[in-house]
């Protein structure tokens, strides 16, 4: 079953990144991830001042809003999506991500699979 791991962090640091992990972090469990077989995708964000909102109203005009507005404490800095058994090993693959250390978070979803 395929499940996305949204990466969170609670704090970032002077170049963006999770504050309680470094790159060598990333590489080496992007590598376990991979190692694996169980990737399926993955991306790293750009930084949150890129963001663009978008919104429709009822009457159907578009708002597009730029800069960071985060509405949490959080900021998305990416996600993985894998293909694991059940919950169970995507929680043990969520808590191995450096994104879940210290201030930071992973929230797991599994992916809605439709038949068509």
Known sequence: MKYMLLINAGAVDENGG????????????????????????????????????VRVGEDGKRTVTDGPFAETREVLGGFYVIDVPDLDAALDWAARCPGARGTGSIVVRPVAEFEG
Do not use: N
């Open 18 to 53: 999770a504050a309680d992990c470094d790159v060598q972090d990333w590489l080496a469990y992007d590598k376990e991830v991979r190692d694996a077989g169980i990737m399926v995708s993955g991306e790293q964000l750009a930084d949150l001042v890129t963001a663009t909102a």
